[in-house]
């Protein structure tokens, strides 16, 4: 059962975009719909294939970045294992709530039903991306479970324990799967809403949900950290996708591009 703060926020996403548009058909958007999560979802996983220097960099610096802060792991653990208490049991409860994947699950089909119905395209799209990049951001961070293996802090086996394919939860630690679900679901509406009160409120869950895996010893640091840069990045791929294609000016699918080469001309498949 949904905690009310999750159904407020559900309603208040909902009122603040109930502007009525037209729209084509029921299935005809939902075949569209559909098209764009399958779409979403191959971009984000094929988004290697297309980078550039830049992006290498990006990366490169995001995986940097993360190594550095574990080395500050252990203190971050240590400094929860202090702090626990009543109040803070509390927050972290919501925290994790709302980065359960049945809360993002709920949320989504609620927000994409009344999108559909009420014929708002911006609820409708909000749901399309989210689910989009949730999906392919879901199978990395399985599969880096199972291949890192790195145990939880509260085996107190320390931050560089690592067992690859030892396919049991307490050595699913990297990367947060709570963390990519909620900084997922904030981002998506986050940078949708030009609100900046809703903007700190919504990324302020996020970072919750990362801070409670923290404090409830299920995660290091450096794992909620990538599990973040994971969500976010996901987010904006699928983003630039489906909002490029509603104004018309991105191409999706696969497309056959022919283009002069030399004295001939290139022929090549893009996604």
Known sequence: ????FVLALLCCI???HAQTQASASIPKTIGKDITHVAQGAGRVLTSPLRWHGREW???GAVIGGTFALSFLDEEVNEFFLRNH??????FADIGVEYGEPRTVVILTGSVYVVGLIAQNEWLRESAVIL????LPAGLIQTASKITVGRARPHLGLGYDTFEPFRREESYYSFVSGHTMVAMATSHVFAKRIDNPVAKVGLYSLGALAGTSRLYNEDHWLSDVVLGSALAI?????????VEGDERGNFK???QWRVQPYGRGAMVSLIW
């Open 131 to 134: 689910t989009g990049a949730l």
């Open 1 to 4: 059962m949904l905690k009310p």
């Open 57 to 59: 960099a990006r990366f």
């Open 14 to 16: 909902i009122s603040a």
């Open 252 to 254: 999706t699918g696969l």
């Open 233 to 241: 990045a996901s987010v904006n791929t699928v983003a630039k996708l």
């Open 85 to 90: 208490g009543k109040t803070a049991d509390k």
